[in-house]
C-alpha cells in the first residue's frame, strides 16, 4: 500500500469522487475539497472508511486564494507533506459570450483556471523541497480546439493545457512532474443537461459510441500518478477519438 498524500478538488461528485475512490482503494491518503457540497463530502469519506487511509475533507473555495491557503494548511496540519495535487474543480457555462456578464467571467475563470494557480503555488516549495511530486490538470479538449457557447469555459480550459506545458518545463529540474488530462464528454452531473436524444446524438460522434465514465478519468489519473518520471509537461486527450 502507498502512504502519499494526495489533496483533489472538486471531490464531491464525478471525476473527483471516482478519483478519491480509487486512490483510497490504492492506500493514498486523502484531502477531499468542494467549494460548497459538505454532506457530498462526508458521504465520499463514509465510503472510504472501509480502506486503511486517512481522509480530510475540507470546504473551501479554491478560486480565492485565502480560501485555498487555509485548504493547504489543513491537509498539511492533517496529513504532512503534500506529494500529488489533483486540480479538478471546474464549472461550466453554455450560452453566448456577448449574453456573458463580467461577473460570470470571473467566476468560470476563477474557478476553473485561477484555482489551479492557487493549488499549485502553495504546493509546489515543498514539492521541489523535496524533489519529488505530481500536479495533475483536469482539462478539456475544449481547451485545444474551442467549443461554441463555451468561449469562457474553453479559454478557462486552454489556459489550463499552456499552464501545464509550462509548468512542466519549470518543475521537470526538481522531479516535480505536472501533466494534464483533456477529457471529451464524461458521463457527470456536468453534461447531465442534455435530453435523451441530444445524448444519442452526441454519442453519434464519437468513435467509441459512448461517454466517457468517470471511473476511466481516474483510472488514468492514477496512471499519470504512477508514469515514468520523465513523463511532463503532456496534456493528454482522452475523449474516444472525438476530437
Not at 9 to 23: E, F, K, M, P
Not at 28 to 43: F, M, P, R
Not at 119 to 128: G, H
Not at 163 to 188: F, H, M, Q, W
Amino acid at each position: 500500500m502507498n502512504s502519499k498524500n494526495v489533496i483533489i478538488t472538486g471531490a464531491s461528485r464525478g471525476i473527483g469522487r471516482a478519483a478519491a475512490l480509487l486512490l483510497a482503494s490504492k492506500g493514498y491518503n486523502l484531502v477531499l475539497n468542494s467549494s460548497k457540497s459538505t454532506e457530498a463530502l462526508l458521504d465520499v469519506r463514509r465510503q472510504i472508511t472501509r480502506y486503511p487511509v486517512q481522509c480530510e475533507i475540507y470546504t473551501a473555495n479554491v478560486g480565492d486564494y485565502t480560501q485555498a491557503e487555509m485548504l493547504f494548511h489543513h491537509a498539511k496540519k492533517t496529513l504532512g507533506t503534500i506529494d500529488i495535487l489533483i486540480n479538478n474543480a471546474g464549472i461550466s457555462y453554455i450560452g453566448l459570450l456577448q449574453d456573458m456578464s463580467t461577473e460570470e467571467w470571473n467566476n468560470i475563470i476563477n474557478t476553473n483556471l485561477t484555482s489551479v494557480f492557487h493549488m499549485s503555488k502553495l504546493v509546489i516549495p515543498d514539492m521541489v523541497r523535496q524533489k519529488h511530486g505530481a500536479i495533475i490538470n483536469i482539462s478539456s479538449v475544449w481547451g485545444m480546439c474551442g467549443a461554441s457557447c463555451e468561449a469562457a469555459y474553453s479559454a478557462s480550459k486552454g489556459g489550463i493545457n499552456a499552464l501545464t506545458k509550462a509548468l512542466g518545463k519549470e518543475l521537470a529540474p526538481s522531479n516535480v512532474r505536472v501533466n494534464a488530462i483533456a477529457c471529451g464528454a464524461v458521463d457527470t452531473a456536468m453534461n447531465s443537461c442534455f435530453t435523451a436524444e441530444e445524448h444519442a446524438a452526441l454519442c453519434a460522434e464519437i468513435p467509441a459510441g459512448r461517454m466517457a465514465s468517470p471511473t476511466e478519468v481516474a483510472q488514468m489519473i492514477l496512471w499519470l500518478i504512477t508514469a515514468p518520471g520523465y513523463l511532463t509537461g503532456e496534456v493528454i486527450k482522452m475523449d474516444g477519438g472525438w476530437i
